[in-house]
T-cell receptor, first 116, second 113 residues
Framework: SAVISQKPSRDICQRGTSLTIQCQVD?????MFWYRQQPGQSLTLIAT?????????ESGFVIDKFPISRPNLTFSTLTVSNMSPEDSSIYLC?????????????FGAGTRLSVL | QKEVEQNSGPLSVPEGAIASLNCTYS??????FFWYRQYSGKSPELIMF????GDKEDGRFTAQLNKASQYVSLLIRDSQPSDSATYLC?????????????FGQGTILTVHP
C-alpha cells in the first residue's frame, strides 16, 4: 500500500482566489492522479501527473484552471485557480503502486474545499 | 450512455444477509476492475480487484466478472452494519499504459441490525 499525506485537509476560500493542494507519498511512484468529487457524486479524474513530463488533463479540465506540478517521485501539487463556488468539492490525489501482478491506486484523505 | 454504471441505490439489507452490488461498463477493451469502499467523509479504500472472468473470493467478499456481458459484481456475505458505506466500481480504461480509472456513480449500502 501507500501512505499519502494531503494538505490542507479542508479550506474555505473567497471567490477569485487560488488554493494549492499538496500531496506527499511515502515512497517513490511514477504515476500520481488528481480527482474531484463533487457533493454526492463519484470521482472524476482531473489529470494524471507523471514525473518529468507535463500533466495530462481530462476533457473538461484545463491547465490554466488546474495547474499541476510534479517536481519529484514523491510529491505533487494541484492548484485551483480563480475559484468560484462551483469549485466547491473534495479534491483527492492518488498514487499507483504495484500489488503483485497489478497496479493499484491508493487515495489520500482528500481536501474539502468550500468557495464563498 | 455512462461508461461505468452501477445499480441505483440506496441498497438496504438486514444484518447477516448477502448484499449484491452490480456494475456494467461500456469499454470492451477494459481489462481490470476494482471495487472501492468509501465511508462518509472518508477517502476510497480498495476492497478487491479482478481481471479474469469468473469469481474471486476474499473473506466475506466475492467479485464476479463476465467480460462477454461487460458486467462485474460484488457480493458481501454475512453483511455487517460496519459494511454500510458507498461502494464504487472502477474500470481501468483500455488502451492506456497506466492505470487510468473510470468510476461509477457509487451505490450506497445500508446494513441495518
Amino acid at each position: 500500500s501507500a501512505v499519502i499525506s494531503q494538505k490542507p485537509s479542508r479550506d474555505i476560500c473567497q471567490r477569485g482566489t487560488s488554493l494549492t493542494i499538496q500531496c506527499q507519498v511515502d515512497s517513490q511512484v511514477t504515476m500520481m492522479f488528481w480527482y474531484r468529487q463533487q457533493p454526492g457524486q463519484s470521482l472524476t479524474l482531473i489529470a494524471t501527473a507523471n514525473q518529468g513530463s507535463e500533466a495530462t488533463y481530462e476533457s473538461g479540465f484545463v491547465i490554466d484552471k488546474f495547474p499541476i506540478s510534479r517536481p519529484n517521485l514523491t510529491f505533487s501539487t494541484l492548484t485551483v485557480s480563480n475559484m468560484s463556488p462551483e469549485d466547491s468539492s473534495i479534491y483527492l490525489c492518488s498514487v499507483e503502486k504495484g500489488a503483485g501482478a497489478k497496479n493499484i491506486q491508493y487515495f489520500g484523505a482528500g481536501t474539502r474545499l468550500s468557495v464563498l | 450512455q455512462k461508461e461505468v454504471e452501477q445499480n441505483s441505490g440506496p441498497l438496504s439489507v438486514p444484518e447477516g444477509a448477502i448484499a449484491s452490488l452490480n456494475c456494467t461498463y461500456s469499454d470492451r477493451g477494459s481489462q481490470s476492475f476494482f471495487w472501492y469502499r468509501q465511508y462518509s467523509g472518508k477517502s476510497p479504500e480498495l476492497i478487491m480487484f479482478i481481471y479474469s472472468n469468473g469469481d474471486k473470493e476474499d473473506g466475506r467478499f466475492t467479485a464476479q466478472l463476465n467480460k462477454a456481458s461487460q458486467y462485474v459484481s460484488l457480493l458481501i456475505r454475512d453483511s455487517q452494519p460496519s459494511d454500510s458505506a458507498t461502494y464504487l466500481c472502477a474500470v481501468e480504461v483500455g488502451g492506456t499504459s497506466y492505470g487510468k480509472l473510470t468510476f461509477g456513480q457509487g451505490t450506497i449500502l445500508t446494513v441495518h441490525p
